[in-house]
């Protein structure tokens, strides 16, 4: 591909990605139809077999394929077209309006994920339009419903249409954000991801008129148990994903700072932590990769206010490392919040996962970063937050949508003015096209 214009890619990419950004497909409702609609023209404007599935009305998922000569199984090109809620007063440009403002386009889902449908959608294209011969099957698969649960999505796919998408390894949303240190660039290649245990907490007490104070309230027992959460570090753990994207940063950087890495490897203690070259948000970040977490989101509760309420509650996002079971969470929160407050399950919870870095794939992966980005590497990491792998069980799923430029553009995922640059959107699409038909044994016609 060394004679391929890449800007004009890049350009093309751009306004595939506008366009997404433009279908509300907020969740709930999510109306994900609309983007399986347009890109099931794309695709068929462009001779590529795709297929849209309906899991309700409305909830559209994609999928495409151009076959391979069936001597390997297929890979997996997937992302989610749902999108978190906006508040729209808060936004700098229209959250739906897909504008290109100072070299990065804004839009709801510029981030989280539409940008990957794009750039998975302009690797499609591309192939499609080199005729290539590839040794096993390239699939592209944009699911309905991530943000939230993804039942009517990834898990409805595997259960009801499995053959469509199932293959030996797969690229997701999750990774591909960039860690400096150093000097020296690491690429985080999501391996692994937290599970989920959310709870719901409930404090009770005797209710009474305001102007006479009680004692105890379940206004009193809610706020301490939120103190209780909010100031308690739970225990340290030490994942293998974890462990394997640290002790490959030391290697890579040597000296006293990969001592110092190499002790957090060994220990990953939060003071330790505190001395390492990064940045507090980073810092954050590793310590809520390295010990489970139950973070107060939501309080409930009180009906006038001259009233005090019998009753409080309060959600809680709870996430536990791979190898943990959402029991094991439910009760590290019911100790730490004490008898008088109920703790139970919102729904059901799900376990971590972790699929090994030893693969053809995350091989690919790491030597195509290092030609792309001489002297950067691609490391694994362990995602905080969780993804559509968890639904697809038997796939060696990696999350990498590589953003060189601007680190910070990784964070404005959920955020207000989510936005991506154009740079980071043609960068992306020639790292993964090199790794999707490195990875397929692509030849030319």
């Known amino acids: 591909m060394t004679t391929t214009d890449w800007e004009q890619i890049g350009r093309e990419v751009v306004g595939h990605l506008q366009a997404l950004l433009r279908f509300n497909t907020v969740n709930p409702p999510g109306n994900e139809l609309q983007v399986a609609d347009y890109l099931l023209g794309v695709c068929r404007d462009a001779g590529i077999e795709a297929t849209i599935y309906e899991s309700a009305p409305g909830r559209g998922n994609f999928v495409a394929r151009i076959r391979g000569n069936g001597n390997a199984r297929p890979l997996l090109l997937m992302a989610h077209s749902d999108v978190v809620s906006v508040e729209e007063d808060k936004w700098t440009h229209p959250p739906f309006g897909g504008e290109i403002v100072n070299g990065q386009v804004w839009g709801r889902g510029a981030v989280d994920t539409k940008d990957l449908v794009a750039v998975e959608l302009m690797i499609m294209l591309l192939v499609k339009r080199a005729n290539l011969t590839l040794d096993r099957d390239l699939i592209m698969a944009t699911f309905a ?103 490959a940063i030391a290697e890579a950087l040597g000296g006293q700072t990969g001592e110092l890495v190499r002790q957090v490897a060994q220990n990953p203690d939060p003071e330790i932590i505190q001395q390492l070259p990064l940045s507090e948000a980073q810092k954050r970040g590793l310590l809520a990769i390295t010990r489970n977490t139950a973070v107060p989101t939501i309080i409930h509760g009180g009906h006038r206010i001259n009233v005090i309420p019998g009753e409080i509650t309060i959600s809680v996002d709870g996430r536990m490392l791979p190898g943990q079971q959402p029991e094991q969470l439910y009760g590290e929160v019911r100790k730490l919040v004490g008898p008088h407050v109920k703790v139970e399950p919102a ?34 990491y362990l995602v905080a937050g969780g993804t559509d792998a968890r639904a697809l069980p038997g ?17 404005l995922a959920h955020a207000h003015d989510e936005r991506i640059s154009v740079s980071n959107l043609q960068f992306a699409t020639r790292a993964l096209y090199e790794i999707a038909t490195r990875y397929c044994g692509a030849r030319g016609a």
């Not at 419903?145 to 030996?168: K, N, V």
């Not at 960039?178 to 709870?199: H, N, P, S, W």
């Not at 790491?366 to 980005?373: G, S, V």
């Not at 796939?395 to 964070?411: A, N, Q, S, T, W």
Request: hydrophobic content about 40%.
């Open 395 to 411: 796939i060696k799923v990696y999350g990498f949508m590589p953003l060189r430029d601007h680190p910070e553009e990784f964070d």
């Open 145 to 247: 419903d991530e943000e939230a649960g993804s039942r009517l999505g990834a898990f409805w796919m595997w259960q009801h249409h499995r053959d469509a998408i199932d293959a030996e390894a797969a690229i997701n949303e999750g990774g591909g954000q960039v860690l400096e240190i150093d000097g020296t660039r690491f690429y985080l290649c999501q391996t692994g991801e937290k599970g989920g245990a959310r709870m719901t907490l409930t404090a009770q007490g005797e209710p009474g008129h305001a102007s006479v104070p009680l004692p105890e309230t379940a206004m009193s027992r809610a706020g301490q148990a939120v103190v209780a959460l909010t100031q308690h570090t739970m225990p340290t753990v030490l994942t293998k994903t974890v462990a394997r994207m640290l002790e």
């Open 347 to 380: 729904g059901p919870g799900h376990s971590g996962i972790e699929a090994d870095p030893e693969s053809a794939l995350f091989d690919t992966i790491k030597h195509t970063i290092a030609e792309l980005d001489p002297g950067a590497a691609a490391v694994p």
